[in-house]
């Protein structure tokens, strides 16, 4: 139904090799929780675990943490503007991970303010269908979410960047990959 009322509903999953060649592509315009669904599971082997050892607790954290994934996804697509041609993109690099979608921001949401701005819905039918579902609260508290759990892993803020035309939210996975230290020791 989705794909019928909305002739730009897609999304593409990209597991990069580097920045830029990819050895695992995921096409879909399912229906949104199945696309969930699909790159959660696309997503999962390759999102890694450490395990954090103090003294007697042992703390497992993931790259990407899933409430965070679940809930950058679902931004991706309540807050795309479906009258501009595009897909939702997910780059799944070795460091990060970037969601974009088609579509700046909405009303006057931008990166600086989008931790305590208002909430505020492009697509309120589609906002309030997920509500319904249990999959969004609809009060506002995503993004902060997004941040309390990323920062309660030791890990960087969700980073956006927006134009007139999309929004990309970067999520860092907080690991130096071996061969990016060898490049930053030797001053490359």
């Known amino acids: ?11 593409i999953y990209l597991h990069m090799k580097s920045d830029t060649e990819y050895d695992k592509r995921v096409d879909s315009a399912r229906p949104l929780l199945a696309i969930l669904e699909q790159f959660t599971q696309a997503l999962e082997p390759y999102n890694r675990i450490v395990t954090l050892k103090l003294g ?49 921001f909405f009303g006057d949401v931008n990166p600086r303010n989008i931790l305590g701005h208002v909430p505020m819905s492009r697509n309120r039918l589609l906002a309030e269908s997920l509500q319904k579902v249990r999959m969004v609260e609809r009060a506002g508290m995503g993004v902060k979410r997004m941040y309390h759990i990323l920062l ?34 030797a001053g490359i």
Not at 155 to 169: A, M, Q
């Open 152 to 185: 309660s892993y030791g890990k960087e803020p969700p980073n956006y960047e927006s134009g007139p035309d999309f929004v990309r939210l970067n999520l860092r996975s907080g690991r130096v990959e071996p061969e990016r230290e060898g490049r930053k020791e």
């Open 56 to 104: 007697l607790f042992h703390f497992e954290i993931p790259d990407f943490p899933e409430e965070v994934l679940r809930e950058a996804l679902l931004n991706a697509f309540v807050h795309r503007d479906y009258n501009v041609t595009g897909s939702v993109y997910v780059r799944h690099f070795p460091d990060r991970l970037e969601i974009s979608n088609p579509g700046g």
């Open 1 to 11: 139904l989705l794909r019928q009322q909305l002739r730009g509903h897609e999304a």
